[in-house]
């Protein structure tokens, strides 16, 4: 029943994340937002007039059950922020959306999540290397998530569902439209062999000024970022500065100087990132090892708690303060300090001066 509050607050024109969060906020519940007097309502100090207009208007004729019943009709599910499919991963990024659109499945969280993203006009060094990193990660159980758009996103997707894994798109449109319509074959597929996911209702067009929100859902459900080809101005660099943020740790394939497609990629190295200089490199440094003449998958965020997860996603290898930690994870302050106590008694990370931590390496 609350999944129908949250379903239509998220389909009240003109009012967005922000403001949703605000009324979440400020009413305690979805619930009693729905059940507001109007009086009460016009109080608001967040909302514009015309935002209030449309919520007023929006309860008085949207029909909770009915809505929310079309809506499953067209195999869509609405996941809210208190649903308990919603991945603990995301609660842990700046901005988390309150709501997302489901189609298929969810990523599975005892198992490792790999983005991999890269350029749309890619070479053919890029769509080979993609699939050999695709094929030693499905092997050893990874799944992959990626923005379904042309190129390496669209590559490493379709040769996922080849080699027999999971991998998951995020759109930067309404879930009922796939773009770009090129790779409609794949998106069908991933219906089966992973799912669909994203924050704008249905029919929402793709527009320029989603991707870079999209982009933060595709790091954020993934450990681990892989950047294939980028340009000096390139998506895939707004999903790298993103993944920073989140304290994910992000490995880069190199390229010859001079190189267009390498620009970005040859940056990102040069800043820090991971440099991918073969296959069993990489597995190594994601935590998959070659043993008796197989992979197995040793990803030690398998082995923490959910909580210690949250907090430990947050993390870099370059110190952050307990003051950052603490408001970037929906948790108290007590609950903080308890899992990075435990984390540092785990050899998980350190703590490199007075509040400051970071991963050990």
Known sequence: MKEYYWYWLHNIPGIFRKKIFLLWEYYGSVKEIYEAGEKEIDTLPFLKDQDKKNLIRSRNTWDLKREYEQLEKKGVQFISIEHPLYPEKLKCIYDYPLGLYLRGGMPDPSKPCISIVGARACSNYGKSMTKEIVEALVENHVQIVSGLALGIDGIAQEHTIACGGKTFGILGCGIDICYPKQNFNTYMKMLHSGGIISEFPIGTPPLARNF??????????????????????????????????????IYALPGRVGDTLSYGCNQLIKQGAGIITSIEDLLENLGIFNKNNGKIVKNKKDLLETMEEMVYSCLDFQPKSLHSIFYEVPLTFDEVLSNLLTLELKGYIVETGKNYYAKVK
Do not use: F, Y
């Open 212 to 249: 870079p929100m999209r982009n933060r859902i595709i790091s954020g459900l993934s450990d681990t970022l892989i950047i294939i080809e980028a340009k000096e101005k390139s998506g895939s660099l707004i999903t790298a500065d993103m993944a920073l943020e989140q304290g994910k740790d």
